[in-house]
């Protein structure tokens, strides 16, 4: 069968903006419960030279809003959202625990761990508030 191709809806750029921010924010919201719940938030803090609550959850909510807007910016580009929603996760994930937070901590990167089971669970949760990120972006882009 033969389709046409699928040309991505153009939203005001504006709209884009502010659908990731909210989204995002939600999406980060729901992630940074689950990492206080596992006492991550303090060591988001410790990037900053902290261990407040207020930090690590005011630094996790300006990198969940940055992540947001990059996946925002991947929508201009398609409008599958969910499937650009798993695919930011895993990149999300690379940038982030793998590449990123360690280095800033002085550890090297986490290449050589990446299928432990550690950074698997990293994985699904970056996957999670992508997936978080897209569903909500899907809901608000259709109003």
Do not use: C, D
């Not at 407040?52 to 996946?71: D, N, P, R, V």
């Not at 959202?81 to 990167?109: F, N, Q, R, S």
């Amino acid at each position: 069968m033969v389709t046409a191709k699928q040309r991505p809806v153009i939203f005001p750029v504006s709209r884009t903006v502010t659908v990731s921010l909210v989204a995002s924010t939600v999406a980060g919201i729901v992630f940074g419960l689950y990492m206080q719940t596992i006492g991550m938030i303090p060591m988001i803090a410790s990037l900053a030279g902290s261990e407040s609550l207020f930090a690590g959850w005011t630094l996790h909510m300006i990198i969940s809003w940055t992540f947001g807007l990059g996946y925002g910016a991947m929508t201009r580009f398609s409008n599958r959202y969910i499937i650009l929603g798993a695919v930011h996760g895993l990149l999300i994930w690379l940038i982030g625990p793998i590449i990123v937070m360690p280095l800033m901590m002085g550890m090297g990167t986490m290449f050589a761990e990446i299928l432990t089971g550690a950074q698997l669970t990293n994985l699904i949760t970056h996957l999670g508030f992508s997936l978080i990120t897209a569903f909500i972006f899907t809901i608000l882009m259709r109003r």
